[in-house]
């Protein structure tokens, strides 16, 4: 990871130490990762973080939070808080015109598929498991890379305004291989959804997970273990895609955040 976001706090209370941490800038839609004494218990918005036992813990800014993020240390019975402040990201806005009108908006008989999609998707970011894997540096998914689609951008399609682009799109050619960003378990492994076509999700502990899309070949299946750098499939355009490309997605349980904020 960029050592350059490294900020550590360190504070003096009541002739305790407290040390905490917090690997990543506090901008909307990153993910921030820390490390704290293993029997401190953290609190982010009220809501208690799973801290491993090397003291590892994560969490996510949301994409247009505006007020600041207040961390709870609880160690030894004695309570600290830090407000941090969230700055904003600019987010952009691109018009895609001249698409095929059933691209822009679902045909009224695929909604039962998307949603039955969307299940399983959500399903596979709500594992909460014990791993780690989020606390290693990321690495990029394709050896030579364009980016072409950032994070929090709004696409207009033929005219109407679509949610934001929560990826990170690469131009890439059809079957151009796709390595694992970081070690993590596959957690859904689909050739065929109606919108991400083949579809890869990885869990890499605490609610982290990354997901990949529009593959033409899924070589994971769930539940198996993968290593930063194995190839997992092939770039594609499968499921509503404009054309061959790699699109990336980063979150914190169901939150959706940048996956810059983890690759350099
Ligand atoms: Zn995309």
Known sequence: MNKLFVLIFIFFFHSNLYAIELNGNFNQ?????????????IFMDGKELKVSKEGFFVFGISKDRKNDIL?????????????????????????????????????KEVYERI????????????VNTDLTFFNKDFILPLKNSII??????????????????YGLDFAAKEG????????????????????????????????VSTLYMHLKDVLVKKGQGIKQGD??????????????????????????????????
């Open 71 to 107: 961390i709870k240390i609880i160690e030894k019975g004695t309570t600290k808080e830090i407000i941090k402040k969230v700055y904003k990201k600019k987010y952009s806005i691109q018009r895609i015109d001249g698409l095929p009108k059933k691209q822009v908006t679902p045909p």
């Open 29 to 41: 839609g990153n993910l921030i990762r820390g490390k704290t004494d293993t029997k401190s218990k």
């Open 176 to 207: 151009t291989k796709i390595i694992a960003m970081l070690d993590g378990v596959v957690t859904m492994a689909q050739k065929d959804l109606y919108y991400t076509g083949g579809t890869i999700i990885f869990d890499h502990g605490h609610g």
């Open 231 to 264: 190839v997992i499939g092939t770039v594609g355009k499968t499921g509503r895609s404009t054309g061959p490309h790699l699109d990336i997605r980063l979150n914190w349980f169901n939150m959706k955040l940048d996956p810059k904020s983890v690759l350099n």
């Open 115 to 126: 949603k039955a999609d969307n299940k399983i998707i959500s399903e596979a970011r709500l």
């Open 148 to 165: 072409t689609g950032v994070y929090g951008s709004q696409r207009i399609l033929n005219g109407i305004p679509k949610s934001p682009h």
